[in-house]
């Protein structure tokens, strides 16, 4: 089994960039979310899902930070759908892409995992990527072509499954083809599964090892954009149900078929492909 490694000279490898978007991360996370936490104010959007307080006031004080830091326009999850895609087809030197919370639900029904996602792109790539859960205080974060952190300390991919049969998958069964969905739930080729509710941290987790393969329908640009840099800066991979490039996928409405390493990505990939 190969265990996590975390050089303790991480941090230094940082740029002056990722190291003021953390910051700025941080402290939003420390003054606009816990202490709204287990007493937050909630709506429901048009789309079903849960809207709190904290989700405004959070992308509100992220973008300030952020265009402080870096003069481009912010895209956010809580914006109208249709600022959303004028802002992406008007960036020309890149946007900042926040999630302000991923997981509302989660953070409104009191269960410790969600975290805030923020992402810089340019030419539609990601280029830098921060996650961080606010109770566990872990921060994940990642540039192009730069490695991936966790807490400030070098980030490396690590496998604990060596076969599919031996894996733990994070899959979200409610986005998936009902046959799928089906199998999944009643033969999976895996040893055990699990959903919590929060895309960004999946990403994460499955960078990190705590997820040996990962299964979603359909993601959101806010829901990806950090984790699949933070992901792939560790040596994992990750593509589409429908395609092998994931890059390639609708950006609105992406699914996601990930993995640790190499061997199990293929398996795995075949075998959803297969079903």
Not at 23 to 50: N, T
Not at 187 to 194: E, G, K, L, V
Not at 234 to 251: L, M, V
Request: proline share 3%.
């Amino acid at each position: 089994m190969e265990q996590r490694s975390l050089s303790k000279t991480g941090a230094f490898g940082m740029s002056a960039l990722l190291k003021a978007t953390i910051a700025a991360v941080k402290l939003v996370a420390a003054e606009e979310i816990m202490p709204r936490y287990l007493k937050v104010a909630h709506q429901h959007k048009s789309d079903g899902s849960l809207c709190a307080d904290a989700d405004i006031a959070t992308q509100t004080a992220l973008t300030k930070k952020l265009q402080a830091i870096c003069n481009v326009p912010v895209l956010g999850e809580e914006m109208p759908e249709a600022e959303q895609h004028a802002i992406w087809q008007a960036a020309g030197d890149g946007l900042w892409c926040v999630d302000p919370i991923d997981g509302t639900s989660n953070f409104v029904h009191g269960l410790p995992y969600f975290a805030v996602s923020v992402a810089l792109l340019r030419d539609g790539k990601s280029v830098l990527g921060v996650v961080y859960d606010p109770v566990a205080d872990e921060m994940f974060a990642a540039e192009s072509g730069r490695g991936a952190y966790m807490n400030g300390e070098k980030l490396f991919g690590h496998v604990t499954a060596q076969t599919m049969g031996q894996a733990l998958a994070n899959v979200d069964l409610k986005r998936l083809d009902a046959r799928l969905a089906a199998t999944l739930a009643t033969r999976p080729p895996c040893a055990s599964q699990r959903n919590f509710g929060a895309s960004a941290l999946d990403w994460c987790y499955t960078a990190a090892g705590r997820y040996d393969l990962y299964l979603h329908g359909g993601q959101k640009l806010w829901d990806y954009a950090a984790g699949v840099l933070i992901l792939s800066e560790t040596g994992g991979y990750a593509c589409c149900i429908e395609s092998d490039d994931f890059a390639a996928g609708d950006i609105w409405q992406r699914s996601v078929v990930a993995a640790s390493s190499e061997t199990l990505f293929i398996e795995w990939k075949n075998w959803i492909r297969a079903q």
